[in-house]
């Protein structure tokens, strides 16, 4: 399997979305995957866990309400379809932690992506096997979608 260029279901890891919130550097494929989940051009996966890892603050800093408010609408906008970790979730997690020596919440995630039949898996952290295919999951950094363009294509 090759990486798709223009997934109709896409999985975002929680350092992935964390990241565009931020606006942090090599942030804006995800940025530009966000805003074609939100046109309904691109359906998005998502676990329940990151109801609760993606936030507008915690971990010792105040939440900026506006931004969690945001956040909050996107996870229940009409284009993400949220993964409960259930039995099958938690089987298949427990599975590619062992195999992957993944943490706890980055096996949860893979397997909620595999489960939720995303095409590919966008995540910062480097724990996660990437530029390879999970059980029909496409796993790498956040790239743009489209293939390349006009813009990207290096002469000879």
Known sequence: MARPESPKVAYLDSSAFIAAIKGE???EPIQALLA???K???TLIASTASL???RGGG???PVDSVVD???RAMFEGPSVILIELD???GFKAREFAQSFRLSTWDAVHLASAVVGGAEVLMAIDEDF????EVEGVWVSRPYPLGGPSLFNITSP
């Not at 096997?129 to 390879?132: F, G, I, L, N, S």
């Open 87 to 89: 039995r099958a979730v």
């Open 59 to 61: 971990h010792g800093s």
């Open 25 to 27: 550097s090599g942030s």
């Open 40 to 42: 309904g051009r691109i």
């Open 129 to 132: 096997p990437m530029d390879t």
């Open 69 to 71: 408010k945001r956040i």
């Open 52 to 54: 609760v890892e993606v």
């Open 36 to 38: 074609e989940v939100e």
